[in-house]
């Protein structure tokens, strides 16, 4: 029996994940901050309006999905662009496409998978249509639109951010996925035990078409050549399938992970700072990312509280340099520690911010005139260091460092 039979075009083989491909938004699962029943995306939805929009998320989410949906829900054309094989010249076939459906009263739904991708130019080629309604635009994109997509682009559309799709909701579409194979495959006696339901929720990362690839081909890997009658799926042929945790870690979640890490520390959570630093050592960041971060925590975070701090940072930085992984992941984890357990003081960056902000806003004055340079043939006609006593020598003599606007500020709280 070969695989989908009644569904094979020329030898094609339907992917469980697009066979169950949600029909509409009842079945749409794991998306409950967007598609709710009071939601804005609904109420939008529900007035016939269409709009164009940017969803962020990451992969299997269900991005693509949602975009057919709303199509559907609309009765619009659905035009379908890669970014990563389509360019201007494909845009402008769209756009005569959109033209001729306006013409023949329908509209039309350009939807642009990895939209960031696109380069400048290409984005700018989208402005004008978009503008002029001639097509509503859908992309799609793993990536952060507000460092991917150019601004002019970003004001005509509405980002919406999708999460990784629950675990509750996750499971329910791998339960959904076996029991449709059980059904049309009924001719295959094969069992599903519950833990191997467990390992795929746990290891696809909240990612639905990873979850379902991994229950077609556990199903399949089961069954065999159909001569074993009690076939099981279970946890052993899963974690065989898999062979490892794949964890999920892109460009945003570099960003992410480091941001956790400093606020982790900046908290005093030795803990929650060593899991991130793991995680991205896991996840093959390089430790001087790390390290780096590690010396801005202890000098911003810690200051002067325990100058320490910065000491074993910079130490720290040093061993990723000369060590490389994995020997420099014990010194990471040690500086780690120490940072994250130190007293904290912010007072040398509050100072320093408050002071640029104060020169920023106009508060930008010379030296007294006794501060200036004095080492220079002409500097004394000028009046330049005239008065100004060596602290040394009389460290007893109060004299002004400060500007003459500013002499009774002060920075340091």
């Known amino acids: ?84 094989t389509s360019g201007v010249k494909d845009v402008k076939d769209a756009v005569i496409n959109a033209k001729e459906n306006l013409r023949n009263g329908a509209r039309t739904i350009l939807f642009i998978d990895e939209i960031h991708r696109y380069s400048k130019t290409q984005q700018d080629a989208l402005l004008p249509h978009i503008e002029n309604g001639t097509f509503h635009l859908i992309g799609s994109t793993t990536e952060n639109p507000s460092f991917q997509v150019v601004p002019a682009l970003l004001s005509r559309v509405q980002v919406i951010m999708l999460n990784r799709i629950d675990e509750t909701s996750i499971r329910k579409i791998i339960e959904k996925g076996f029991n449709y194979l059980k059904q049309h495959y009924s001719d295959m006696s094969v069992t599903i035990d519950n833990k191997a339901i467990d390992v795929i929720a746990s290891l696809s990362f909240g990612d639905a078409r990873y979850a ?55 908290g005093s959570d030795a803990d929650a700072a060593i899991y991130y630093l793991a995680k991205m050592l896991a996840n093959g960041e390089d430790p001087r990312i790390i390290a780096r971060r590690l010396i801005v925590c202890a000098s911003e975070d810690v200051g002067n509280a325990d100058f320490r701090a910065f000491l074993i940072a910079e130490a720290a930085l040093k061993a990723a340099e000369t060590l490389g992984m994995p020997e420099c992941r014990i010194a990471l984890a040690q500086a780690t520690e120490f940072v994250a357990r130190a007293k904290k003081s912010n007072r040398a960056i509050m100072a320093v911010d408050e002071a640029m902000a104060d020169i920023q806003n106009g508060l930008d004055f010379p030296p007294p005139m006794h501060l200036r340079d004095a080492h220079y043939k002409d500097a004394k006609k000028y009046g330049f260091g005239e008065g100004y006593v060596y602290t040394h020598n009389s460290p007893e003599y109060e004299q002004q460092f400060m500007p003459d606007k500013l002499k009774d500020k002060k920075y340091f709280h």
């Open 212 to 266: 379902l690839n991994t229950v077609e081909n556990s199903y399949f890997a089961a069954y065999g050549d159909g001569k074993n009658k009690n076939a099981v799926v279970d946890k052993k042929i899963v974690e065989d399938l898999l062979q490892k945790n794949t964890t999920r870690y892109d460009r945003q979640g570099h960003y992410d992970c480091l941001s956790a890490y400093q606020k982790s520390m900046r």
């Open 1 to 84: 029996m070969n695989l989908f039979d009644n569904l094979e075009e020329n030898n094609k083989q339907t992917p469980l994940a697009a066979l169950l491909r949600p029909k509409n938004l009842d079945e749409f699962l794991g998306q409950t901050n967007v598609i709710n029943e009071n939601s804005p995306i609904n109420n939008l939805l529900k007035a016939k309006r269409l709009f164009s929009l940017i969803l962020w998320g990451p992969p299997g989410c269900g991005k693509t999905t949602l975009a057919r949906l709303i199509a559907n829900y609309h009765n619009a054309n659905f035009l379908e662009l890669s970014a990563v």
